[in-house]
């Protein structure tokens, strides 16, 4: 016979592998796995170790040692509660033994009691949000003849995307000076051995440990992204220095099990933002104001409050800017245009007012309804303001600009973020524009627009703080420089819109009609729109 290995591994998922070597002369070796994973095959593959063409024989033993749960059975609980959703740990049912009798070790069908099993119901309240507590109580007895085991069904599949949340909490006047309180929270099965060794070490997992004790009543873990199985929270009261002392004590611990998806929901410098990845859901902070951490709590790069205040100020300030085109509209006598820039400026204003972290904050409106506006307002005003500057007829126009306004509406549902969401439309727009222009310099045999003064005093400018703010926006903002980049980007935009802006006509009176109204009917012709209307 020849040497081999011998790999002993969970089939899914796998944490990491067993590996047994059989070597020397009688070619027998041994391998115990200590708690092995619950309800699930294991697989074991051979492998040789003398070359790829020698063949190897052996024979394998498989010996399983196991004790019987004594379920805490809250039958009559159920049936009280029959609409209440739960799942309850499955196995052996048995008598349910009242608290007076669990420190016993008594004997059902020829095998002992290893531990007392809590049956746990599982409330899903959210998304990634679920609440774990004992079927008749929060309180769990815990005591040195076994140990006391909650398991925790996180195996749906949807469960591994936020945190695990684990408090407990004993009475001080329960604990001797003596006595301690071991916890260990293993995934696949549970730590069984308290006795033997406090390592929380089962056959293919290495849990948590905590511990409560007259000097430290209170225990929390977090686990983020607990891998998707069944977890397991087991408890035994130890005394290392007097073990007669643990014989006859017995604590209550207080437990509060949770899966939320942030961590105290991210704090006040974060916001808890969901994602998902191929089929996959998780939850994270998405901190703010140069704040780190799973929940936005480490301060080593944040900002200072007068800097959170100068940052507010920049955005919301920045957009005083529309004021300009929206004085030229007015004057103009372009009021769609005027009362498009007031709603930008008005949204942007305030989503940016309760967009910051911290103390400067102001939100007028629920968050995500200030953002979409704020995105709205912004596509629209570019592209009205090309629409406006091709002179197209007012009907054609005005049929444009609400076609535009709703597919900003729609594409903004789809992907608020996407950069081809605003200038897709807007390079729609330019192109119509570009179309106007070449039309109107073969109609009449001249560029378009026809004055210098035009193109060097207001369409260059224009253009060039068009092109700048939209490179800004796409290649050059990141969330460092962002307080700067965007307020520049708010006045560019600004800016752009009221050079960019068609002159008032000075030959023709701004109004449908010129001469003064009477009390009878008169047809008034419009030299512009070339239409007739009766006033």
Not at 350 to 364: K, R, S, T
Not at 388 to 402: Q, S, T
Request: aromatic letters at 12%; one cysteine or more.
């Amino acid at each position: 016979m020849c040497p081999f290995h011998r790999h002993f591994s969970p089939t899914l998922p796998s944490n990491f592998q067993k590996v047994l070597t059989c070597t020397g002369p009688a070619w027998v070796c041994h391998l115990l796995l200590p708690s092995p994973p619950w309800d699930r095959w294991l697989q074991v593959t051979a492998k040789s170790l003398a070359g790829p063409h020698v063949s190897v024989a052996f024979s394998a033993v498989v010996t399983l040692t196991a004790c019987r749960p004594w379920i805490v059975n809250f039958k009559q609980l159920l049936q009280s509660s029959p609409n209440q959703s739960c799942n309850a740990s499955t196995g052996l049912l048995s008598p349910s033994p009242g608290y007076q009798d669990l420190g016993r070790n008594i004997r059902v069908g020829g095998g002992p009691f290893c531990l007392v099993n809590y049956q746990v119901m599982r409330e899903d309240m959210d998304v990634v949000s679920v609440h774990f507590r004992p079927m008749d109580r929060v309180s769990v007895l815990v005591h040195s003849g076994m140990p006391s085991v909650m398991r925790l069904y996180l195996n749906t599949g949807m469960d591994s995307g936020g945190s695990l949340t684990i408090s407990l909490w004993a009475n001080k006047s329960m604990i001797s000076n003596n006595t301690l309180v071991m916890v260990c929270v293993n995934a696949a099965s549970p730590f069984l051995l308290f006795n033997t060794s406090l390592n929380c070490t089962t056959a293919f997992f290495q849990g948590y440990s905590l511990s409560l004790s007259t000097s430290s009543r209170k225990a929390k873990l977090i686990i983020p992204y607990p891998e998707t199985d069944n977890w397991y929270l087991s408890l035994q009261l130890v005394c290392p220095q007097s073990p007669e002392e643990c014989e006859k004590a017995k604590v209550l611990i207080e437990t509060t099990l949770y899966l939320v998806p942030c961590l105290d929901d991210c704090g006040p410098y974060g916001q808890c933002i969901l994602l998902r990845r191929h089929g996959y859901l998780y939850a994270g902070c998405s901190c703010k104001a140069g704040w780190r951490g799973w929940s936005c709590t480490d301060n080593s790069t944040a900002q200072s409050t007068a800097q959170q205040r100068m940052a507010t100020l920049l955005l919301t300030l920045s957009n005083l800017m529309f004021l300009a085109p929206i004085t030229l509209s007015v004057y103009r006598c372009l009021l769609v245009e005027a009362s498009i820039y007031a709603y930008t400026m008005f949204f942007s204003t305030f989503y940016h007012a309760c967009d910051q972290p911290g103390e400067a904050v102001l939100c007028i409106l629920n968050y995500d309804t200030l953002q979409y506006c704020d995105f709205l307002g912004s596509g629209v005003s570019i592209w009205v303001t090309i629409l406006c500057m091709a002179r197209l007829k007012a009907a054609l126009k005005y049929v444009l600009l609400l076609l535009g306004t709703l597919v900003f509406a729609m594409s903004l549902q789809l992907d608020r973020r996407g950069a081809w969401n605003m200038m897709g439309p807007c390079l729609f727009a330019f192109v119509i524009m570009v179309t106007m222009w070449v039309y109107r310099c073969g109609h009449r045999r001249h560029c378009y627009p026809t004055s210098w003064q035009r193109w060097v005093f207001y369409l260059l400018p224009g253009i060039s703080m068009a092109a700048l703010a939209i490179t800004i926006y796409t290649s050059m903002m990141t969330s460092d420089n962002y307080y700067y980049t965007h307020s520049i980007w708010h006045m560019l935009l600004a800016g752009s819109a009221a050079f960019l802006l068609p002159p008032r006509d000075k030959h023709v009176e701004p109004w449908a009609c010129s001469q003064k109204f009477t009390c009878h009917y008169q047809i008034c012709k419009n030299h512009r729109e070339e239409l007739y209307t009766v006033t």
